[in-house]
């Protein structure tokens, strides 16, 4: 069965410390891979997304995944977080005929 | 701008009454969607729609429904058959069946007292 997982339900960094959020998935073909953001109250905002090419992909806000077919991951990175990162973060699979499925989140804290 | 509304952005019903959640898209998106958040549990599909007057069920339909007779609009009708309707709802929108990603409303909080 299709599925995505984010092993982690809240992960706590340091203001200005390097962020790693994890993504494994399980899918029968090359999926198409997205990150999302939400803040409190509000929508999903796209930070980034993969479909071919590069493995390494940039977002918006700093932030960079780099997908790994050998061990069906995506994780999102960020250099230096900034206390406006505070957010719970998606991670999602799709392909080009089907509909997105989506992890169930990453709650970021940031200590100040 | 393109994007999508929902309205209203707080709703509050009676026990028993049926409500309507509005999605309204302007970027001529053929497909939209609607999910419920609750805490801790995600992103749950509740309905989809991929072309006008058609629509499927998503993994939590019961108690809900829905109409496309619009392209840029996809309402959710929160029913007194759904007994735990107090929840955050989601509208998505994508340019075609879904892959390429979603573009997400702004969400409507409904409370049910």
Not at chain 1, 49 to 57: E, P
Not at chain 1, 81 to 89: K, L, M, N, R
Not at chain 2, 37 to 64: C, H, M, T
Request: hydrophobic residues 30%; aromatic residues 14%; contains cysteine.
């Amino acid at each position: 069965a299709q599925s995505v997982t984010q092993p982690d339900i809240h992960i706590t960094v340091s203001e200005g410390a390097s962020l790693e959020l994890r993504c494994n998935y399980s899918y029968g073909a090359t999926p198409y891979l997205f990150w999302y953001v939400q803040s409190p109250g509000q929508g999903l905002q796209l930070l980034l997304k993969y479909f071919s090419g590069d493995t390494l992909v940039q977002g918006i806000k700093g932030f960079e995944a780099e997908f790994k077919r050998s061990q069906s991951s995506f994780n999102l990175r960020k250099p230096s977080v900034h206390w406006s990162d505070a957010a719970e973060y998606f991670c999602a699979v799709g392909r080009e005929d089907d509909k997105i499925i989506f992890g169930k989140g990453t709650r970021l804290h940031i200590l100040p | 701008d393109g994007g999508i509304t929902q309205s209203p952005k707080y709703l509050f019903r009676k026990e028993g009454q049926n409500v309507t959640l509005s999605c309204e898209q302007n970027l001529n998106h053929d497909a939209m969607y609607w999910y419920r958040q609750d805490p801790g549990q995600g992103l749950r599909l509740i309905y989809y729609s991929q072309i006008v007057n058609d629509f499927q069920k998503g993994d939590i339909a019961e108690g809900y429904s829905v109409s496309r007779e619009k392209k840029e609009s996809f309402p959710l009708t929160v029913t007194s058959a759904q007994k735990n309707p107090t929840a955050f709802y989601l509208c998505a929108s994508s340019p075609d069946r879904g892959g390429y990603g979603y573009t997400f409303g702004s969400g409507t909080r409904l409370t049910v007292v």
